[in-house]
């Protein structure tokens, strides 16, 4: 069975910075892209950034120029580095690895997510 955790979340004050880990565990043969989302109380889950297995990222328009996400393929795990935090930043975080190979198959997965909070 696949699992995801995370962690690094926290409170911080703006302007501070954070980093988020999420180590997927298990039978894993490969995975696709790894990426983190978020949802803030309201409002829609999104997407925060995305990694695929060759390195490429994409980011959402808030987190751009802030935020930076990398991957350590040999541990199947996924690190956000937030700079620069603003309390619009403050969400769940949940991390997401698409399309994981194991012997039981080729699925998605989510993490339990994690709270980050922006405030002074």
Known sequence: QVQLVESGGGLVQPGGSLRLSCAASGSIVSIDAMGWYRRAPGKQREL??????????????????????????????????????????????YCNALRVLSPAGTYDYWGQGTQVTVSS
């Open 48 to 93: 925060v950034a995305r990694i695929s297995s060759g390195g490429s990222t994409n980011y959402g328009e808030s987190v751009k120029g802030r935020f930076t996400i990398s991957r350590d393929n040999a541990k199947n795990t996924v690190y956000l580095q937030m700079n620069s935090l603003k309390p619009e930043d403050t969400a769940v975080y």
